[in-house]
């Protein structure tokens, strides 16, 4: 045995190991002083958080808990990244979307560590006739250019080719991607779109633009319209593997087809999620690249851009954290671009300081974090390495399913997809009403005095195909009620917080009723009495030992003076005469929904 120098930082070195059945033995113990009796073998799964898509996150996760090799940087099966060198040379492409036909903001950007551009071009975007506008002054050598022109792909294609033929960029120096993404369009707007001209876009780019790609595999729409990570990477897979099967059908062999795809998936505030998901992406394209025979050319390259689910309308600024939060979540898990959307995303066109906020948040995770300098940061983690193989084999699962039902365009046509997405979010909506999976600003401490942030509006996204869903939507519905009841009126509604007892008997249940009614619009009002509040309705706040001895009174002194309806802050019990309670868990949006139908708000 080797035997170290005493250096004084032997921690627990002088202590024996511990065992799995110890710590899960002492887990039980701990539970059963909580008045929760669960056997030594069960304590592991007590503690378990349930995620979607059956998967579970563990509290403890060691060496015995073993997933596939991950392989090599740059080698199949890529999980650990496309690129052997990772984004250690330069970071990550930092690509900003613009939708407006404007100089200014595009030059803005690249002069200020932008480092590619993303243009919606079309009817709900930039004019194609406008492109070589938005273009002036961009040295397109330099920055690759790529297109979202969802119906108006082709046209838009055909121009920015022309562009570099005019302004005489090399065919081997033009970089970016035309955008052609036909089932993409299909799931956007329910209209199929035209997978010849995508094929031959790719023919051309294989043939004359090395440095060039045809297609995007966009996993945006499946998210925005409620998916799971695994049926996100379900769909993008079943997507690519259509457009394997036209480019090779036209042609191209199986290399050059992959080498005309990018794909490109949402990266949320749920950072270990993300960073499984697309480490998770790169393994399930590069088995479908072995299958096809060609798996060295597997290596997926991605954009993943910040979550517009998870944005909000309501205290915007908070989704600056989020975004931040998503956008490490991305680099750490190996996208070779990234889009920050800015703060006010969801209120309509960003302005100057909303879009420098954005590409800003990218420069500091890459240039003063430093967080593309090591390769695969979270190559090694436990709890990564499981994720990441349980959540690869969920999406296979996924795409399984979707390639028995025909493919991408059947399983969308026969309303297969729309009906997985549409069970997932119906699910994630009892938890968002129930403030399960709380919403800063909006679910949880709501500021109903704040000024709200007024943008100029953007262009109508696509629609007639799968919907589009934000955290929000309950509560915002909710919070827009309360608005309109205040133009109309000059008060919002109200509820009157009974406090029975001493500070510390009712201080946290007053503090939890007054968060909730504000999520829904409705201002609690704690000073005075029930007569002086101008509230309709009433909650008592206290213990359930005062509840026990003084509701009964309260309550029918609150009926006396006119209260409709009370509620309680508390879980169920015998009360005398309580209408409603509210708890941790509660359905928070039907209770407001139903208060605000009784207080006639509208």
């Given at each position: 045995?080797?035997?170290?120098?005493?250096?004084?930082?032997?921690?627990?070195?002088?202590?024996?190991?511990?065992?799995?059945?110890?710590?899960?033995?002492?887990?039980?113990?701990?539970?059963?002083?909580?008045?929760?009796?669960?056997?030594?073998?069960?304590?592991?799964?007590?503690?378990?958080?349930?995620?979607?898509?059956?998967?579970?996150?563990?509290?403890?996760?060691?060496?015995r808990d073993h997933a596939p090799d991950p392989g090599l940087p740059g080698f199949p099966p890529f999980v650990r990244g496309g690129k052997a060198e990772g984004s250690t040379v330069g970071g990550w492409d930092v690509r900003?979307?613009?939708?407006?036909?404007?100089?200014?903001?595009?030059?803005?950007?690249?002069?200020?560590?932008?480092?590619?551009?993303?243009?919606?071009?079309?009817?709900?975007?930039?004019?194609?006739?406008?492109?070589?506008?938005?273009?002036?002054?961009?040295?397109?050598?330099?920055?690759?250019?790529?297109?979202?022109?969802?119906?108006?792909?082709e046209p838009a294609a055909r121009e920015l080719l022309r562009l570099f033929a005019a302004r005489e960029v090399a065919a081997d120096a033009a970089r970016g991607n035309l955008g052609a993404d036909p089932l993409g369009l299909?799931?956007?707007?329910?209209?199929?779109?035209?997978?010849?001209?995508?094929?031959?876009?790719?023919?051309?780019?294989?043939?004359?633009?090395?440095?060039?790609?045809?297609?995007?595999?966009?996993?945006?729409?499946?998210?925005?319209?409620?998916?799971?990570?695994?049926?996100?990477?379900?769909?993008?897979?079943?997507?690519?593997?259509?457009?394997?099967?036209?480019?090779?059908?036209?042609?191209?062999?199986?290399?050059?087809?992959?080498?005309?795809?990018?794909?490109?998936?949402?990266?949320?505030?749920?950072?270990?999620?993300?960073?499984?998901?697309?480490?998770?992406?790169?393994?399930?394209?590069?088995?479908?690249?072995?299958?096809?025979?060609?798996?060295?050319?597997?290596?997926?390259?991605?954009?993943?851009?910040?979550?517009?689910?998870?944005?909000?309308?309501?205290?915007?600024?908070?989704?600056?954290?989020?975004?931040?939060?998503?956008?490490?979540?991305?680099?750490?898990?190996?996208?070779?671009?990234?889009?920050?959307?800015?703060?006010?995303?969801?209120?309509?066109?960003?302005?100057?300081?909303?879009?420098?906020?954005?590409?800003?948040?990218?420069?500091?995770?890459?240039?003063?974090?430093?967080?593309?300098?090591?390769?695969?940061?979270?190559?090694?983690?436990?709890?990564?390495?499981?994720?990441?193989?349980?959540?690869?084999?969920?999406?296979?699962?996924?795409?399984?399913?979707?390639?028995?039902?025909?493919?991408?365009?059947?399983?969308?046509?026969?309303?297969?997809?729309?009906?997985?997405?549409?069970?997932?979010?119906?699910?994630?909506?009892?938890?968002?009403?129930?403030?399960?999976?709380?919403?800063?600003?909006?679910?949880?401490?709501?500021?109903?005095?704040?000024?709200?942030?007024?943008?100029?509006?953007?262009?109508?996204?696509?629609?007639?195909?799968?919907?589009?869903?934000?955290?929000?939507?309950?509560?915002?519905?909710?919070?827009?009620?309360?608005?309109?009841?205040?133009?109309?009126?000059?008060?919002?509604?109200?509820?009157?917080?009974?406090?029975?007892?001493?500070?510390?008997?009712?201080?946290?249940?007053?503090?939890?009723?007054?968060?909730?009614?504000?999520?829904?619009?409705?201002?609690?009002?704690?000073?005075?009495?029930?007569?002086?509040?101008?509230?309709?309705?009433?909650?008592?706040?206290?213990?359930?030992?005062?509840?026990?001895?003084?509701?009964?009174a309260v309550v029918r002194g609150l009926r006396e003076a006119g209260a409709a309806h009370v509620f309680l802050a508390g879980r169920p019990g015998p009360y005398e005469d309580v209408d409603t309670y509210v708890f941790a868990?509660?359905?928070?949006?039907?209770?407001?929904?139903?208060?605000?139908?009784?207080?006639?708000?509208?």
């Amino acid at each position: 045995m080797t035997v170290l120098p005493d250096d004084g930082l032997s921690l627990a070195a002088d202590f024996p190991d511990a065992t799995h059945e110890q710590w899960r033995h002492l887990v039980a113990g701990v539970l059963r002083k909580s008045g929760r009796e669960v056997p030594d073998d069960e304590a592991e799964g007590a503690l378990s958080t349930a995620l979607e898509d059956g998967l579970r996150a563990r509290p403890l996760y060691t060496a015995r808990d073993h997933a596939p090799d991950p392989g090599l940087p740059g080698f199949p099966p890529f999980v650990r990244g496309g690129k052997a060198e990772g984004s250690t040379v330069g970071g990550w492409d930092v690509r900003q979307r613009h939708t407006v036909a404007e100089a200014a903001p595009v030059l803005n950007d690249l002069e200020n560590g932008v480092t590619s551009l993303w243009l919606a071009v079309g009817d709900r975007g930039i004019p194609v006739s406008a492109l070589g506008t938005v273009l002036d002054g961009v040295y397109l050598d330099l920055a690759p250019v790529v297109l979202d022109a969802g119906e108006a792909a082709e046209p838009a294609a055909r121009e920015l080719l022309r562009l570099f033929a005019a302004r005489e960029v090399a065919a081997d120096a033009a970089r970016g991607n035309l955008g052609a993404d036909p089932l993409g369009l299909e799931a956007r707007t329910g209209r199929p779109g035209d997978p010849a001209s995508a094929t031959e876009a790719a023919r051309l780019c294989a043939a004359r633009y090395p440095g060039l790609r045809a297609l995007t595999v966009d996993a945006l729409p499946y998210h925005e319209a409620g998916g799971s990570a695994a049926q996100e990477l379900g769909c993008s897979l079943a997507t690519g593997v259509a457009y394997l099967r036209e480019l090779t059908g036209a042609g191209l062999d199986t290399a050059q087809a992959l080498a005309q795809l990018e794909f490109r998936y949402a990266a949320t505030a749920d950072q270990f999620l993300t960073i499984a998901k697309l480490r998770a992406a790169r393994r399930l394209w590069a088995r479908v690249a072995e299958v096809c025979g060609a798996p060295r050319a597997g290596g997926q390259l991605q954009h993943a851009v910040t979550s517009s689910v998870m944005m909000t309308r309501r205290d915007p600024w908070v989704n600056i954290l989020r975004t931040t939060v998503a956008a490490l979540a991305a680099g750490v898990g190996g996208a070779d671009a990234v889009t920050v959307l800015p703060f006010d995303h969801a209120l309509g066109l960003p302005d100057a300081f909303a879009r420098r906020i954005a590409r800003n948040t990218s420069v500091i995770l890459v240039e003063e974090s430093q967080l593309s300098r090591v390769v695969d940061p979270a190559g090694g983690s436990w709890y990564v390495e499981r994720l990441t193989d349980e959540l690869a084999h969920a999406g296979w699962e996924f795409f399984q399913e979707i390639e028995r039902a025909g493919g991408q365009g059947p399983a969308l046509r026969s309303g297969l997809v729309g009906e997985r997405l549409a069970a997932t979010w119906a699910a994630r909506s009892a938890k968002l009403a129930k403030r399960r999976e709380p919403v800063t600003g909006v679910s949880e401490f709501p500021h109903l005095a704040e000024k709200p942030v007024v943008r100029e509006p953007a262009p109508e996204p696509p629609s007639g195909g799968l919907p589009r869903v934000r955290r929000d939507e309950a509560f915002e519905e909710l919070r827009a009620r309360s608005d309109a009841h205040l133009a109309a009126t000059g008060a919002r509604p109200r509820v009157y917080l009974a406090a029975l007892g001493p500070a510390a008997a009712h201080t946290a249940r007053l503090t939890f009723a007054a968060n909730l009614f504000q999520a829904g619009g409705i201002e609690p009002v704690t000073e005075g009495t029930f007569e002086e509040s101008g509230a309709r309705e009433a909650c008592l706040c206290s213990s359930d030992a005062l509840y026990e001895e003084q509701s009964g009174a309260v309550v029918r002194g609150l009926r006396e003076a006119g209260a409709a309806h009370v509620f309680l802050a508390g879980r169920p019990g015998p009360y005398e005469d309580v209408d409603t309670y509210v708890f941790a868990g509660c359905d928070a949006v039907a209770v407001l929904f139903a208060a605000l139908d009784r207080m006639g708000v509208s």
